[in-house]
Antibody, heavy 115, light 112 residues
Framework: DVQLVESGGDLVQPGGSLRLSCEAS????????MSWVRQAPGKGLEWVAN????????YHVDSVKGRFTISRDNAKNSLYLQMNSLRAEDTAVYYC????????WGQGTVVTVSS | DVLMTQTPLSSPVTLGQPASISCKST???????????LSWLQQRPGQPPRLLIY???NRFSGVPDRFSGSGAGTDFTLKISRVEAEDVAVYYC?????????FGGGTKVEIK
């Protein structure tokens, strides 16, 4: 079964850091671009970042540039999102998704930024 | 950034009747490689999103054929030929042609 499983979400204070992980299984992870997408409570979808299959290209939405960094470890079939200087507006469910078409999604991990 | 505008915001539909959702972009979604990276996703209550349609009109694996996509350039449409109870969800269009990737605001399909 093709599967993505996110982890690492937590309650964190403003200004804090978190590292999200996404473990892939059931497909050749190293062949696909991978993405992070978030959804604030009761809101729509917002693309956060994506990374090329070999890690040589990365793109981030402006609102997280300089604070969040996407990365991957193909040997571990894993995708990561390092989140620093977290703000209240970063509170959301964070999903990882496969490819540029986002054809497979994980169940999401919840990040809450609050004091 | 490319703004994706979906209409209607909400669509009450009778079971077995068709539904249609429009998505308009502020920029042409034709990529330099000739493809148009316009997708439709479905998000049922309490679930993650699920890809339905990619590159305007290609149904993803396992998607029922009552879902169809059409359009070109800046105007796109998702149609459900006969709405079933399991189709109650929020539907999003998404463009992947230009960075940043952007989504429409969503259309809620509900049963009358």
């Amino acid at each position: 079964d093709v599967q993505l499983v996110e982890s690492g979400g937590d309650l964190v204070q403003p200004g804090g850091s978190l590292r999200l992980s996404c473990e892939a299984s059931g497909f050749n992870f190293s062949s696909f671009w991978m993405s992070w997408v978030r959804q604030a409570p009761g809101k729509g979808l917002e693309w956060v970042a994506n990374i090329k299959n070999d890690g040589s290209q990365k793109y981030h939405v402006d609102s997280v540039k300089g604070r969040f960094t996407i990365s991957r470890d193909n040997a571990k079939n894993s995708l990561y999102l390092q989140m620093n200087s977290l703000r209240a507006e970063d509170t959301a469910v964070y999903y990882c998704a496969r490819g540029v078409t986002l054809d497979i999604w994980g169940q999401g991990t919840v990040v809450t930024v609050s004091s | 950034d490319v703004l994706m505008t979906q209409t209607p915001l909400s669509s009450p539909v009778t079971l077995g009747q068709p539904a249609s959702i429009s998505c308009k972009s502020t920029h042409s979604l034709v990529h330099s490689d000739g493809n148009t990276y316009l997708s439709w996703l479905q998000q049922r209550p309490g679930q993650p999103p699920r890809l339905l349609i990619y590159k305007i009109s290609n149904r993803f694996s396992g998607v029922p054929d009552r879902f169809s996509g059409s359009g070109a350039g800046t105007d796109f449409t998702l149609k459900i030929s006969r709405v079933e109870a399991e189709d109650v969800a929020v539907y999003y269009c998404m463009q992947g042609t230009h960075y940043p990737v952007t989504f429409g605001g969503g259309t809620k399909v509900e049963i009358k």
